[in-house]
């Protein structure tokens, strides 16, 4: 058994889906976990809080013009669709806003269980939520005890297709776990299953820096897991911060590769004692100014932090641990640009 995450940004149009179908070829006995279509859960967002029910219409257009869907998924969709015009106009609470943007993936799910039925594969859907949650409304978290008697009462086919990003209480109130969430539920799919992770997205696998910022940004062949748990803390690549957690410990084998070229990075449990990525983050700072993050088991040598720390000042340093350091970006650092242009070569 496989599990495989497809991200929302690779759910654009028709050509996306071919893509997709070809990296699944060969693929049974195979959960696929969905994110919502590319800006859908940002658009019910904004329905939610404009009450513009016009929204919900271009949505549900969104879905239907796809790809040529069978008359009863359109009908579902449609249900979906008068559905989500009375939710919208509610008063605004917590639980209503997760109900809302929880639609986006259970209608991805339709679609693609249309688009593999159609063309040959061996699929069914669930569109149910999978993940039994705790209350706290935006950000659940999973309750794994709960999760895994569900997951094992659960009858998968040969290439099933299920929504990521939401669950329910236990007294079946939906929830989300946050960004990124579909990473996350498909990570505590393979926990309980003990079975392999595939992440397809629209980058070339996890990138030493941010292209937009950084030259000379690449492709990293592996990192560790440990490594790509800090990641997630600082928001690398927009990974949810409770992504991996569900993980640890294991022996899983996981996946990062580009729907459009031919690049994979993988997550192992080894460490490797290099820097390994580069990145500007605010996460954490309540003034929310920039920071530029170092990741990689190799700070813990000491030679290698005092390298960095030396050529940018300590005045610079908020904060340094095994795994990584922070800078301050300050106006007095902004002025020293080339240090941003150099920060990529410290990597390993």
């Known amino acids: 058994m496989q599990v495989v995450k497809i991200g929302g940004s690779i759910l654009k149009n028709k050509e996306d889906l071919n893509l997709i179908k070809q990296k699944l070829i060969d693929c049974h006995n195979c959960i696929i976990v969905t994110s919502a279509l590319k800006n859908v859960t940002n658009m019910l967002i904004e329905a939610y809080e404009t009450k513009n029910t016009g929204i919900i219409d271009s949505i549900y257009h969104m879905h239907t013009d796809m790809i040529q869907l069978d008359n009863s998924i359109i009908s579902t969709l449609a249900g979906i669709r008068e559905e989500l015009k009375k939710l919208v106009v509610r008063e605004n609470s917590p639980s209503l806003r997760d109900h809302i943007i929880s639609y986006g993936e259970r209608m991805s799910t339709l679609v693609l269980y249309n688009f593999f039925k159609d063309n040959g594969f061996n699929v069914s859907y669930i ?200 800078i301050l970006v300050d106006e007095d650092l902004i002025k020293h640009s080339n240090y941003f242009e150099e920060a990529p070569l410290w990597i390993k």
């Open 127 to 326: 569109i149910e939520p999978l993940l039994v949650t705790d209350n706290n409304y935006g950000d659940s978290s999973c309750l794994m005890d709960e999760t895994a008697r569900k997951i094992k009462n659960c009858v998968f086919g040969d290439f099933t297709i299920v929504p990521g990003f939401y669950g329910a209480t236990i007294e079946g109130k939906i929830t989300t776990v946050g960004r990124g969430g579909s990473d996350y539920t498909a990570m505590v799919l393979a926990s309980i299953l003990n079975c392999d992770v595939r992440i397809i997205t629209d980058v070339p696998g996890i990138m030493t820096s941010d292209p937009k910022l950084f030259k000379n940004s690449r492709t990293l062949a592996e990192v560790s897991l440990s490594e790509v748990l800090k990641m997630s803390y600082f928001g690398v690549k927009n990974f949810n911060y409770k992504t991996f957690m569900p993980v640890l410990g294991t022996d899983i084998n996981i996946t990062v590769e580009s729907l459009y070229v031919d690049s994979v990075t993988r997550i192992t449990k080894k460490p490797v004692n290099s820097i390994k990525c580069v990145a500007m983050t605010n996460y954490g700072r309540k003034d929310r100014k920039n920071m530029l993050v170092f990741i990689g088991h190799g700070l813990s040598d000491p030679s290698i932090s005092r390298d960095i720390i030396s050529k940018i000042g300590k005045d610079h340093l908020y904060h340094m641990d095994s795994l990584s350091l922070s």
